[in-house]
């Protein structure tokens, strides 16, 4: 394994990035410079942020460094997406302890390069620094959109419908499996080391997690997909969104979030909100409710958006994309209705980063 220190800070940004070529036409100078040069005409900017802090956001026991630098492009695209933007160029900026090797940061950026190929994202530039105490990675991204046409999440009216894409859930029980292994590990390898038990110390070092059946999950939570293909879908429908929001921290805070700027409530349906097998099964084994689940777990990374009832039409039209709903006047309150028709006040149970 190669130290950093033996490149430096400059020859570990030309080790990882002298080959990086931009594709768009935006972008007339990127990484090389004090600073990159954009160029737009007839267009809007969005510029979206994200920081990912190890030991909160990230655990590398579970994560190999090609995945982080998959998802931390992907959760930044997601916000892109969900102004009705395409993502066009990201800052890359790391913070790093000494245990991180040359090696480490080439798979770090390979997955974060797949990420960038896959949307035609020009890295233009970042920042390096040390780090006491682990991994921060933070990550800046613009966008861009047709002149008016950013979607943002206080545009939700009485009577538009609520839709979301793909499935709520699974990344939340693929971080519970991640977890619940992790913790066998320890605690198989805690009680060996009090043996002091070789021959378990050493099939220890082979340990095999038992993801069997549960890959689906594992994907959702280490590798999430950025939905660019539902805005592609509703662009080539002239289908326009009235509001929209990623759902990244769960489908109760998000749609919350919506109502909250929009200033109306709405009226969510138990029986549409869309969860896959696997997710189901899951929730079982660990006697969890798996509604609870889908409307708070977070990191799905699908969109979440409403349109006027008089797209109905084109609404169905949509691959991937179930409508869970309807907006509501505000003194109707957020509510979701179960499956036996009982109701509830909608209630923001999504994870908080800044709450122990």
Request: charged share 25%; hydrophobic share 40%.
């Amino acid at each position: 394994m190669t130290d950093i220190s033996k490149l430096g800070e400059f020859g570990l940004i030309h080790h990882l990035t002298n080959d990086i070529k931009p594709k768009n036409s935006s972008t007339k100078r990127g990484i090389g410079d004090d600073a990159a040069i954009l160029s737009y005409k007839d267009k809007d900017i969005v510029v979206t942020t994200d920081m990912l802090m190890e030991g909160v956001h990230f655990d590398l026991t579970y994560i190999d460094m090609q995945h982080l630098g998959y998802k931390a492009a992907m959760v930044n695209f997601s916000d892109v997406f969900a102004m009705n933007a395409h993502p066009k160029q990201l800052l890359l900026s790391l913070a790093l302890s000494k245990r991180f090797s040359v090696e480490d940061l080439e798979m770090f950026y390979s997955g974060l390069r797949l990420a960038c190929k896959k949307w035609d994202v020009d890295i233009i530039g970042g920042d390096t620094t040390p780090s006491l105490t682990g991994m921060a990675i933070s990550i800046t991204c613009i966008g861009e959109c047709l002149e008016e046409k950013a979607v943002c999440r206080d545009g939700a009216k009485d009577t538009d419908l609520i839709c979301v894409s793909g499935d709520l859930g699974a990344a939340y029980m693929g971080l519970q499996l991640l977890e619940r292994e992790k913790s066998v590990y320890f605690e198989q390898l805690e009680q060996a080391k009090k043996k002091n038990d070789k021959l378990s110390l050493e099939a220890l070092s082979h340990f095999q997690p038992d993801f069997a059946g549960k890959e689906y999950l594992l994907q959702r939570q280490l590798k999430p997909e950025a939905r660019g293909d539902i805005i592609s879908q509703l662009q080539a429908l002239n289908l326009h969104p009235t509001s929209m929001i990623d759902i990244s921290d769960g489908l109760s805070s998000e749609l919350l979030h919506i109502c909250k700027q929009s200033d109306v409530g709405c009226r969510i349906y138990e029986k549409n909100i869309p969860i896959d097998y696997q997710t189901a099964v899951m929730a079982e084994e660990l006697n969890l409710n798996l509604t609870t689940c889908a409307l708070n777990g977070g990191e799905d990374y699908e969109l979440l958006f409403t349109v006027s009832i008089g797209d109905l039409e084109k609404i169905k039209q949509l691959e991937d994309v179930k409508l869970i709903g309807h907006i509501t006047k505000k003194e109707l309150g957020k509510i979701l209705v179960t499956r036996d028709d009982n109701e509830f006040p909608l209630k923001a149970q999504g994870w908080n980063p800044l709450v122990e």
